[in-house]
């Protein structure tokens, strides 16, 4: 809104304005609009939460130091989601296919939370939709995604192709380009390993970033770092120059969604000043589900899938802890952590929460910086 008024508009009469065609300088601005408008609006969502008493429920067999947390306001995700689709929408170029789709991806992964909160609310207990219904729910938006995707991809502005780490060459796709062309009505059907490739990296992303959001500002702060990587990752994708000399696959327009990933690091910083120990605010799953959508959905806008696991290290190992700990009980009646996720383990062992919170933001840090080395040890 803002680009097509400063630049589009009103550059031809005042030239100085052709500062805002650059992306880096409009990233910056969407990163500091995010932040003034978290800062800016924390307090009035939060004093809202606490007068329509939307409380935060504390699971009956978690650390007995949570309990003190039980009746601090949560659902606080709404403030992420302002901060950081504000700023994409007035700082982006909006004819950019690219950026609807991240936005309108984490808007639905958000009202998936919205409700999910909402149930638990009006329920009064640590409950909200069943875990089927929210996976049928986050499958839907994936499909979405994925058929967005597919026809962007049908005017040769996508591509299926994976970029795989550390191999320069390897790029599967993931199509069947062995499809008959007898059944040209049926080509759809080719983008099915794509679809629910998409569902998975996207239904995974989300509930792992749910899973870790229990501690203080755990969450979030893995959330800065990732999204920081992330928007790293996107300008040296729609760069010419970094792209060739990276050997990574170059889509220009992606390079727009930088700016979406430069408001989320803005966003976090800003919800994090009301979520830190002790938390003020609680994102909810309206704010891990759609925090974990537009991570995914970036990745795989800029076909880093595979670099996922690095970019959100501590979610993945915060999942995988919850699947070892079910798994382990289901089959063998025993279980490997006192407690999952991960972080609450710790708990147990007798780390303080700061603790174990600087610690995963730490090691986060690591798992991000290892991502970016990827780059060039290909």
């Not at 030239?15 to 880096?24: G, Q």
């Not at 390897?170 to 794509?194: E, G, I, K, M, S």
């Not at 050997?247 to 803005?266: D, H, K, N, Y």
Request: charged share 15%; aromatic share 14%.
């Amino acid at each position: 809104m803002l680009y097509w008024l400063l630049y589009q508009k009103l550059f031809p009469y005042f030239h100085p304005f052709r500062i805002f065609r650059f992306i880096t300088f409009r990233t910056a601005f969407a990163s500091l609009t995010a932040l003034l408008i978290g800062l800016g609006i924390g307090p009035f969502v939060i004093e809202k939460l606490r007068q329509f008493q939307i409380s935060q429920y504390v699971r009956e067999d978690g650390p007995e130091s949570h309990k003190k947390k039980t009746g601090t306001p949560t659902m606080g995700g709404v403030l992420i989601a302002i901060a950081v689709l504000l700023p994409t929408l007035l700082w982006s170029d909006l004819t950019n296919p690219f950026v609807w789709v991240v936005v309108l991806s984490t808007s639905a992964f958000g009202a998936i939370g919205f409700a999910d909160d909402y149930i638990k609310v009006v329920k009064r207990r640590n409950l909200g939709l069943t875990a089927r219904a929210k996976l049928a729910w986050q499958g839907l938006a994936a499909v979405g995604v994925a058929s967005a995707l597919a026809v962007l991809e049908q005017f040769r502005m996508f591509s299926t192709q994976l970029t795989v780490p550390f191999v320069k060459q390897f790029r599967p796709d993931l199509q069947w380009h062995w499809w008959p062309a007898t059944l040209p009505h049926l080509h759809f059907l080719v983008f099915v390993p794509f679809v629910i490739w998409v569902v998975l990296v996207l239904v995974g992303s989300s509930n792992a970033v749910n899973l870790t959001d229990g501690l203080d500002g755990l969450a979030i702060g893995c959330t800065i770092i990732a999204a920081g990587a992330l928007t790293v990752l996107t300008y040296v994708s729609g760069h010419i120059v970094f792209s060739n000399y990276l050997e990574l696959q170059r889509m220009p327009l992606v390079s727009e969604v930088t700016i979406f990933c430069g408001a989320m690091v803005g966003a976090s910083i800003g919800f994090l000043w009301y979520n830190a120990h002790p938390a003020e605010v609680f994102m909810g799953d309206v704010g891990s589900l759609a925090i974990g959508g537009a991570i995914a959905t970036v990745a795989i806008i800029i076909r880093q899938e595979l670099l996922l696991p690095f970019i959100g290290g501590i979610f993945l190992i915060e999942a995988v802890s919850v699947m070892l700990q079910v798994g382990s009980y289901k089959l063998r009646k025993k279980r490997i952590f006192k407690m999952a996720p991960l972080h609450h383990h710790f708990e147990l062992l007798g780390w303080r929460e700061s603790k174990v919170i600087a610690r995963f933001w730490i090691a986060a840090l690591v798992f991000a910086l290892f991502a970016l080395t990827t780059l060039k040890l290909r």
